[in-house]
């Protein structure tokens, strides 16, 4: 018995191990995997916006737009602000913002505070949006071609390299196609 | 030509290492004194050759020697001089060789001034530092070349991440991995005691200095970070639970248990196994803190570079050092004998709650930080936690611990009496009464927790300083006979004070974020804004060009009731190379509270967005850090690790160990 108690922590470990190593090689990269929603239609979302209107999904119908996962609590969102104001500014991307388990006080703060580089911000409170979307955390961003189709998933901050190598000439190509 | 010359030093560092790992062991094993003595040398060879190495690669940084891919990669030839040398480990390969070379300083610390240990047992824990940095270089060897060449040199580098340049971040990597590093020591000492089958007072007393000293280095290295993302996030946030900060935290929190753990094995040879597991434990969460953060596992924004192959690496070395010591544990800890017998309310009793609530908030911090992973694994839907989780967690388990933190001290060994001790702190029950009334008269109605957490901090700092005032008979006989108790008290006791008052000091700090102001609003030069009694004059902003970056930078006058007391210039700074923005805020303290302020975007209209914050305390969180460190610092110098007990002690302990 009190071997067995000595054993528990090397125990414990292997359990641990175990996941790291399947979430090395079998899941792989979380952010790296492309999500399975690409290529199929966006899931339904009918949610209050900050403005006191509402976001949907056949709000965004008809354009190529930017479906942002952020919070306030969320340091990367942060990083990948000024980024996404430049996108919204400069390349007039139509940016769409999903509050993730954010409170509507916090996220008007933070928009308040860093500028909003969204046409309109959706609350997502509760989180269900982003189970729907299947987003492992934020900031995540899905681009939504005019069918209403995801067509791209970035599961991680996006990086300026990203946007000038990936996902601008993805946006042009869509906007024409 | 001193690039390769610097990857030729990593690899007969390697080589000595490697050497160093299995001679001495063997050595040990066989009694064999020449064998044994090779540990010396190699320890002392392996720093010669890693600070060869590193020096490599700094002269590769300063001389902007981009054929080096890693400084193509992270410098450029624009960039200041400080950021230059510090650019070195700012990136993944650097940060290693950075890693290998406080292990090599550590390994031949132990070396040069271990004279007085034990044979036998300087040559295992050096074998067992010579694994760890066997490991360490094969993974830069194999996988993090930071030597490596690019042909045709590129005529300029990329740069290093704008955030990254700068001070606080700078020098926040080395004491982050002094820390990291300096408990490898006591991970090599519990893994030669579990060979040995052996612990006693001697070896704690070797290893709580070391555990002190990583400990010191951690808790500034911490404080570093907490204060580089105050100043520079530009919100005023300086804790966000993000998953290299808690990697930090976490190796703090057992580190902290462990040093209170082996005081308990120093003064009465119980807790023997437990402290020996706190070792391994600390040193395993700092390796999990070094490389979790690059193998892919999690992500996040501070992280490095991920590479599938450092990963399998990365996991394979973690296997290796914390599943092969975890085993040796489990065959050799229960065979280890137990010590002093004492009651649950004693001075070793309140150790251990010490040590149960801080191990159990680790435990916390790591599920925490690790959840995502774990739910999405068993199926469940792919969550993350924030703020909520750790707000509701980890602050109920430090509420018990800051109790108990006050009462400990007063108890005495093997057997305490509560009811004595809480009596004798009735002066801190009268200044937590005071705080907490007028704390609740001056907010009514306010933050209850914040009150509270003021109170607590009251009844730490005023327990710490009745607990001294005994010790030093303070007003109960004459100034001189105070000051000769004073005097000849161990610094050790001296260095728990402080330390104790520090964490009280915090405590403050952080309770009392919860009264600040914030006021963003746009404002025109000639304008002003108010806050905290403040008025904020925004007199003009302008652009400005610095070495490797454009900024708007504005001048803003700050009078209070009319008088002038501050000017602040908060920046945004562009830096070109990476089309990257920063922004440095302006901060004005006067100890008590800061006055912080961040320059945001142009309206383009001649109106600049301004967020201003009036922060009470808040810089009482990093002076109370500072506390803590102090505190630790003078612990370490205390008379008993600077003479040779450590000689005489093992003999003594055998003899008595002989006798019973």
């Given amino acids: 018995m009190r071997r067995l108690l000595f054993s528990l922590p090397v125990a414990l470990f292997v359990v641990l191990a175990a996941y790291f190593g399947f979430a090395l090689f079998a899941g792989g990269d979380p952010h790296a995997i492309p999500s399975p929603l690409v290529t199929q239609p966006a899931p339904a979302f009918n949610l209050a916006s900050l403005d006191g209107e509402s976001l949907s999904r056949e709000a965004l119908a008809g354009q190529v737009t930017l479906i942002n996962f952020f919070a306030s609590w969320c340091v990367p969102c942060r990083a990948e602000h000024p980024l996404l104001m430049r996108l919204a500014e400069q390349e007039h991307v139509p940016i769409y913002g999903i509050a993730y388990k954010d409170k509507k006080a916090d996220t008007e703060r933070f928009i308040t505070g860093l500028g909003s580089p969204y046409r309109r911000i959706g609350l997502d409170e509760g989180g269900r949006v982003g189970v729907e979307f299947g987003i492992t955390g934020v900031p995540e961003t899905f681009v939504i071609d005019k069918a209403g189709r995801i067509r791209r998933h970035y599961g991680a901050p996006l990086t300026a390299d990203q946007v000038r190598n990936d996902l601008l000439p993805l946006l042009r190509e869509l906007a024409r196609g | ?660």
Avoid at chain 2, 22 to 47: E, F, I, K, N, Y
Avoid at chain 2, 221 to 233: C, F, K, N, Q, V
Avoid at chain 2, 349 to 354: D, I, P, R
Avoid at chain 2, 559 to 569: F, I, N, Q, R, Y
């Fill in chain 2, 1 to 660: 030509m001193i690039a390769e010359l610097g990857h030729f030093a990593l690899i007969l560092a390697l080589l000595l290492a490697l050497l160093q790992a299995s001679v001495p062991l063997a050595g040990a094993a066989r009694r064999d004194l020449g064998w044994m003595a090779l540990a010396r040398r190699t320890a002392l060879g392996q720093l010669v050759l890693v600070s060869l190495a590193f020096a490599a690669l700094i002269h590769a940084y300063v001389t902007s020697d981009f054929s080096v891919a890693n400084v193509f990669e992270n410098s450029h030839s624009a960039k200041p001089l400080l950021y230059k040398v510090t650019g070195a480990w700012g990136n993944h390969e650097g940060s290693m060789v950075l890693w290998v070379f406080i292990l090599a300083l550590c390994g031949a610390a132990v070396a040069g001034f271990g004279g007085n240990l034990p044979a036998e047992l300087r040559a295992r824990v050096l074998a067992v530092q010579g694994m760890i940095g066997s490991g360490f270089l094969l993974f830069i060897l194999l996988t993090s070349d930071p030597f490596h060449r690019l042909v045709p040199a590129p005529l300029d580098g990329r740069g290093l991440n704008p955030v990254l340049q700068d001070p606080g971040l700078a020098f926040h990597p080395p004491f982050l991995y002094l820390g990291y590093v300096g408990f490898s020591v006591a991970f090599s000492f519990a893994v030669a005691a579990l060979i040995e089958g052996r612990v006693d007072a001697a070896w704690a007393r070797w290893v709580r200095p070391w555990t002190l000293a990583a400990w010191c280095a951690l808790t500034i290295g911490i404080a570093m970070g907490s204060w580089w993302a105050y100043y520079t996030l530009g919100w005023g946030g300086w804790w966000f639970w993000d998953p290299v900060e808690n990697a930090s935290l976490m190796p703090w929190l057992v580190g902290t248990a462990l040093l209170h753990s082996a005081i308990v094995v120093e003064k009465r040879e119980a807790l023997k196994s437990w402290t020996i597991l706190l070792a391994i434990l600390t040193f395993s969460l700092s390796l999990i803190g070094t490389f979790l953060v690059r193998s892919g596992v999690l992500t996040s924004v501070h992280a490095f570079a991920v590479d599938p192959a450092r990963g399998t690496f990365i996991l394979l070395l973690l296997l290796v050092a914390i599943g092969g010591s975890l085993s040796l544990y489990a065959v050799r800890a229960p065979s280890l004998k137990g010590g002093g017998l004492f009651a649950p309310i004693s001075r070793e009793g309140a150790l251990v709650l010490n040590n149960l609530l801080l191990t159990t908030a680790a435990a916390t911090v790591f599920l925490g930080t690790l959840y995502p992973l774990f739910s999405e694994e068993l199926g469940g839907p792919k969550l993350s936690v924030g703020f909520p989780f750790f707000d509701r967690t980890f602050a109920p388990l430090m509420v018990p611990l800051l109790i108990a933190v006050a009462v400990g001290p007063l108890l005495a060994w093997k057997r305490g009496d509560l009811l004595g001790a809480l009596q004798r702190l009735w002066l801190a029950v009268a200044a937590v009464a005071v705080v907490i009334l007028i704390g609740l008269y001056l907010t009514h109605g306010g933050p209850a927790l914040a009150v509270l957490g003021l109170g607590l901090a009251a009844w730490v700092f005023t327990s710490a300083l009745v607990e001294w005032a005994e010790r030093v008979k303070l007003g109960r006989t004459s100034a001189g006979e105070t000051w000769r108790r004073a005097r000849y008290l161990p610094r050790a006791a001296h260095g728990m004070t402080l330390a104790h008052l520090g964490l009280a000091v915090t405590l403050a700090g952080i309770a009392a974020s919860a009264w600040q102001e914030e006021r963003i609003e746009i404002v025109r030069p000639g304008q002003d804004l108010t806050i905290a009694g403040y008025a904020l004059h925004l007199d003009e902003v302008a652009q400005i060009a610095g070495a490797n970056f454009t900024a708007d930078r504005a001048r803003i006058t700050v009078s209070k009731d009319g008088k002038l007391t501050a000017e602040m210039d908060p920046e945004k700074r562009f830096f070109p190379v990476q089309q990257m923005p920063t922004s440095v805020t302006a901060i004005h303290t006067n100890l008590l509270a800061d006055l912080y302020v961040a320059l945001g975007d142009s309206d383009g209209s001649g109106g600049w967005t301004i967020r201003a914050y009036w922060k009470p305390l808040v810089p009482w969180i990093w002076i109370g850090a500072v506390f803590m460190a102090l505190g630790g610092l003078l612990s370490l110098s205390d008379r008993r690790w600077r003479i040779g007990v450590a000689v005489r002690a093992p003999h003594a302990a055998r003899a008595a160990a002989a006798g019973d």
